[in-house]
Structures are given as C-alpha cells and as structure tokens.
C-alpha cells in the first residue's frame, strides 16, 4: 500500500506527540491538541473505545480544547502520571490536568475504571469545546446515546461509558455524540469523568472538590511510588520517567507487563509491519523485572514472579512456554485484522492478537532464568514449586534447543539456527547452575553443565565468520544482527573479547547510522515481511552499554546523550526511530525504557569508575 501524507491524514499527531496516563489496569493516550485518541476499557487487551488514532473518522475520541490556543505544551506534573496540557493564547491560558485514579487500596472507589479531566484557567478568559465520541468495539459495535443533567450515557453491547460533566451536554453530529462549548474565567473550573461499566447508569454530578481529591490522591500515590526508587546516578529524570511509563504498563491485579498499550502502529508507514502489543511477553517482561528491580521496585517483580509461576506451573508436561501470554495467561492469540480501519496516517492493515503466539522462539528461557535468578539473589528465595517447575522448561529446552526457531525478532521467514537463541541457551543453563550451587536446589548439575559447554561451542564454532569477522545473525550466515551486542551484558563474553569487539566494529559498519542502530538489513534478508523499518531503539541503548563496557566511555556517553534528544516531549519512547527521528512503531514501548534504564544504569557507573581514573592519573596515583 502507498503512504499517502495528504489532506486526510493532517488529523493524525505524530505519534510522539502524545502524552499516556493509566490507571494499572489501561491507558489513554492523551494528544498535545487535548484528544484522548486510544484507550481500551476495561483492560490493555479489551477493545478501543477510544481509537482515533488508528483511523480518524471512524475510531472515536475524547477532545478537550481551547478555542483560541495558539500553540499547546504538555508536561508531566512532578514525579508522576498526571498528565497536564496547556493552551496558551494570546490573551488566555487554560490548563487540562488528564489522569485516570490508579487501582490502589488507598482509594475508596477501587474496581472504577475512569478517566478524569478538569481544565484550570490560570490568567485571561478561555472558550472550551468538549467533544466526546466513543466507538465500542474498534468501531465495530453500536452504540446509543443518552443526554442527562450531570452528562450522558453511551451504551453499547457488552458495555456502557458514562460520561459525568460540571456543564451541560449536548447531542451532535449524528446523534452518537455530545459536545459543550463553556467560557472559563480565572477561578472558575470544567469537570469531566468517563467511567467504564458493565451495566447503564445515570452519571452522577461531579464538581471542582471532588475532581481536586481525585487528582491529589492520585498525584499522592505516584510520588510515593517513585520516592521508592534508588537510582541516584546521572539521568535520573530520564531513568525515572521509564521506571513511570513501565509502571503504567503493569496489569495490577496479576502483576503481568503488556509490551506497549497499542497495536498497529506503523515501524514503516504504509508498510505491513503493523503489530499487536498489548500482551505480555516472556522476553521483554523478564527484561523489565530486571530493570525494576535494579532500581529497587521489588513489589513489582515479586508480582511477575507469580504471574510466571502460574504459567510454568500451567504448562502441559512436555512442553516449553508460550512466547506470549495475554494478561490473564491465556495462549490462544488468534491474529485477525480490522480491514473497515485505516490506520495510523492510512497504514494498513490494523491488527489484533499477535501470531507470533504460535512462534518457538527459544531465547525466552535464557532471558527468564537470568531474571529469576537476579529476582532470587536480590529479591526473595525462589520456591521449591517455581524451581521444580523450571526444571522441567530446561528439560524440555534439552531437547529442543538445537533445532530452528523464529528468533528474537519473530522473522516470519521460517525457523533457521539463530545465534542469539543458542547465546540464550547457554545463559539459561549457566543461570540455573547458579541457582542451584547458591541455594543448594536439587538439579542434574553435569547434565546442565554439559548442555552449556554445547550451546557455547556452537556459537563460537558455527555462528562465528571469519571472513566477516563477527557473530552472525544464525548458523553458517553472513547477516549481521544487534541483538548479538548482549553477549557482554549476559557474561557470554568479556568486553573487551577480540571476537566481540571485530563484531562490534562490523555492526557499526553496517547497521549504525548516525549514533542509531538497526536489528539488522531487511534488504536481502529473508525475513518474511515486506518493507523497510526505522531504527531500533532497544539496539541503540545495547550499543551504548556495550561501549561503556568495552572502555569506550566518552563515546557511550555522547551516543547516549544523543538518543535522549529522540525521546518525545514527555520523555517517551516508541520502539523505532524514522530517517527524520520521527517515532515508528506501538508507543510507548518497554523494551526501550527498560534498555534505558539499563545503559544509564550501567554507563552511569563507568563514567565515575572512569573518571576516579583519571583523577588517580592526575594526582600519580
């Protein structure tokens, strides 16, 4: 399908140009122009109510804006998810404060899925236009319309929303909508609550109090969720925003991590890379609880654990894990697509549920043994249950895990020997056999031992190109492929190995650009999927902690100063970056923020152990 950057498409923000508030249950994305344009209600996975932003016509949307604004900025209140826009005009400011009241014992009315909005008019005189349009169902259900005193009802199969207001509503357009126009003096104050239910029910009134305990209760509870924080290194305003944004992606009530709140939203615009993120997989929620508990969030990662349990526990005998789960455990994913939407800027086709449910891609177990055994020797002793049940995962990654599979990237190419699945491999059995000598647990230790020593000979034997001079993206190839930069961060090989650092040097020939990394060139790859796709920021940030490991300092500290400069006004990610550092891809992404967390974490570290060097130098010591 041919892009098409024309009149019809000026309706959609770029996607960096959006803001995200949750309540640990879902999330709304709140544009820069004051739209809710993407929320799912009840849940990360449920359908859109909101979703604009996968077509403008038909998706629905939640607009709050000032008619006389000539320009808008947005900026998180401190140490929070409480969103807030300003319209500044020429003679007027109003203020949107946007949050939803997370799922928390300390609030009286838990179980309410609302979204809650009130604007503020610091200085001048402000006209405010409300228009609220839901479409149930990614626009696919019906839905009636009911005007009262306190607001309206939209109710639809399966579910209603109910819309409380300060100010009268009123019906428009075709009648599946209500829109208000209120002139706001300083002092004076709009109240709006969109509330998700299963049965109809006249909205109650809501004004200025009740909307002000709400946002200091909500504003209370996210400062004291950071405050737990122990990052006090450099970057820290950018590190905490990630460990913010993860936290907006974690599902409260089972403690699983959904990859981004999205779907569909382009890695190449017009192209077919279009996919469904709002589940949770194995690999990037072990790399999240990773990076929460290296800033000290153990609560969270206790939460995972038992998610993870549950689903090792559920496995079949004889079986591996599922690549991902939906947040209630569930495998069946089917992958459909929505042909009556547009997409994002005419970017089809829009989907939902993820094929790559059906996938094997064998590198998830090293990734979940590295993360349970951090989470067992600076969290909490693991249980003899959850280790028994792993056991049997290595059981049956010993016999499988020569064979192909699909790969860290989900290539729909067909299965070939992927070097970064046999690095996992080895890391998998490498972190079970600590473990086991650290707390004792019973376990085939020569059988595991001798199962490590064979996947580390394979990638130093068949993954290994002299020629190229690097790692390789699988058995016997030529393609080079990012994901090998981990080899340092999972003690596979020193920093400073020769064969790593020539893979390094061939990577940075090849698939850096600008400071910027790409997973590898999908020109003359046979990865099953049309089209190009922008730069990989979970690359970009592995490339700077491979750098400060290496020594290369100042180098990791300017690449990664600069790929601060792409984060969004608000400090948010997408997964890609586009040749003009536009956002590509589902937003925000975890994988980006937990990499962020990671290489500041890490070249944090390296730049005082650098710099006491040099001190040292200095003084001849």
């Given at each position: 399908m041919t892009y098409d950057s024309g009149p019809r498409h000026r309706d959609y923000l770029p996607i960096e140009d959006h803001g995200i508030i949750g309540d640990l249950h879902t999330v709304a994305l709140v544009g820069a122009d004051g739209t809710i344009d993407w929320c799912c209600l009840p849940r990360f996975d449920a359908p859109a109510v909101f979703g604009a932003l996968l077509d403008a016509r038909l998706g629905g949307h939640f607009r709050v804006t000032a008619r006389d604004a000539e320009r808008t900025r947005q900026m998180y209140m401190p140490d929070s998810n409480?969103?807030?826009?300003?319209?500044?005009?020429?003679?007027?400011?109003?203020?949107?404060?946007?949050?939803?009241?997370?799922?928390?014992?300390?609030?009286?009315?838990?179980?309410v899925r609302q979204i809650v909005r009130q604007v503020r008019v610091p200085r001048g005189r402000a006209v405010l236009e409300v228009c609220c349009r839901p479409a149930f169902d990614y626009a696919r259900a019906p839905h009636s319309v009911?005007?009262?005193?306190?607001?309206?009802?939209?109710?639809?199969?399966?579910?209603?929303?109910?819309?409380?207001?300060?100010?009268?509503l009123e019906p428009a357009g075709d009648g599946l909508e209500v829109r208000a126009t209120v002139t706001l003096d300083p002092g004076s104050t709009l109240e709006l609550a969109a509330q998700w239910t299963d049965v109809p029910a006249p909205p109650a009134p809501i004004d200025a109090h009740e909307a002000a305990v709400l946002l200091d209760s909500t504003l209370a509870y996210w400062d004291g969720w950071i405050r737990k924080s122990q990052y006090r290194g450099r970057y820290r305003e950018g590190v905490e925003?990630?460990?913010?944004?993860l936290k907006l992606l974690v599902h409260q009530p089972t403690g699983a991590l959904v990859a981004a709140p999205t779907t569909s939203l382009?890695?190449?615009?017009?192209?077919?890379?279009?996919?469904?993120?709002?589940?949770?997989?194995?690999?990037?929620?072990?790399?999240?609880?990773?990076?929460?508990?290296?800033?000290?969030?153990?609560?969270?990662?206790a939460a995972f654990i038992d998610w993870l349990h549950q689903r090792c526990v559920e496995a079949p005998p004889g079986t591996g894990l599922h690549v991902l789960y939906g947040i209630d455990g569930r495998a069946d994913l089917p992958e459909s697509i929505l042909g009556h939407l547009d997409g994002y800027r005419g970017s089809k086709p829009v989907r939902i549920g993820n094929a790559a449910a059906r996938q094997t891609q064998l590198d998830i177990h090293g990734e979940l043994m590295d993360s349970v055994y951090l989470y067992n020797k600076h969290g909490e002793p693991i249980s003899y249950e959850l280790w028994e049940a792993?056991?049997?995962?290595?059981?049956?990654?010993?016999?499988?895990?020569e064979e192909p599979d699909d790969g860290i990237w989900e290539t729909r190419g067909g299965p070939q020997r992927f070097t970064y699945s046999a690095l996992m491999t080895w890391v998998a059995f490498e972190r079970a056999l600590r473990i086991a000598q650290q707390r004792g647990m019973p376990a085939p230790v020569e059988q595991w031992r001798d199962n490590a020593a064979e996947a580390y000979r394979f990638v130093q034997e068949r993954c290994w190109s002299p020629e190229l001079g690097a790692y390789t993206q699988s058995a016997d190839s030529r393609t080079l492929d990012a994901s090998l930069l981990v080899m340092p961060l999972v003690k596979f090989s020193g920093p400073r190995d020769p064969r790593f650092r020539?893979?390094?040097?061939?990577?940075?020939?090849?698939?850096?650009?600008?400071?910027?990394?790409?997973?590898?060139?999908?020109?003359?790859?046979?990865?099953?999927?049309?089209?190009?796709?922008g730069t990989f920021n979970l690359c970009s940030f592995?490339?700077?902690?491979?750098?400060?490991?290496?020594?290369?300092?100042?180098?990791?500290?300017?690449?990664?100063?600069?790929?601060?400069?792409?984060?969004?006004?608000?400090?948010?990610?997408?997964?890609?970056?586009?040749?003009a550092g536009e956002a590509l891809g589902n937003f925000p992404q975890a994988f980006t923020h937990l990499a962020l967390i990671s290489a500041a974490t890490n070249l944090d570290r390296a730049i005082t152990?650098?710099?006491?060097?040099?001190?040292?130098?200095?003084c001849g010591g």
């Open positions: 409480v969103l807030l826009t300003r319209f500044l005009g020429r003679s007027s400011v109003a203020e949107l404060y946007d949050f939803m009241v997370p799922d928390h014992p300390s609030f009286p009315e838990r179980g009911t005007v009262t005193d306190h607001g309206a009802v939209f109710a639809a199969p399966g579910g209603a929303l109910v819309l409380r207001s300060s100010v009268p925003r990630s460990a913010l944004a382009p890695e190449s615009p017009g192209g077919g890379r279009n996919w469904d993120y709002r589940y949770t997989w194995i690999r990037d929620a072990a790399f999240t609880l990773y990076a929460l508990m290296r800033l000290g969030f153990t609560e969270e990662a792993l056991a049997r995962q290595l059981e049956w990654l010993e016999k499988h895990w020539s893979t390094v040097r061939r990577i940075e020939e090849q698939l850096v650009s600008d400071s910027l990394v790409r997973r590898y060139r999908t020109e003359g790859c046979a990865d099953g999927l049309p089209g190009d796709e592995w490339y700077v902690e491979a750098l400060a490991r290496a020594g290369r300092v100042g180098e990791a500290r300017y690449i990664f100063e600069k790929m601060l400069t792409h984060a969004s006004h608000l400090g948010l990610y997408a997964e890609e970056i586009g040749p152990a650098h710099q006491g060097t040099a001190s040292a130098r200095r």
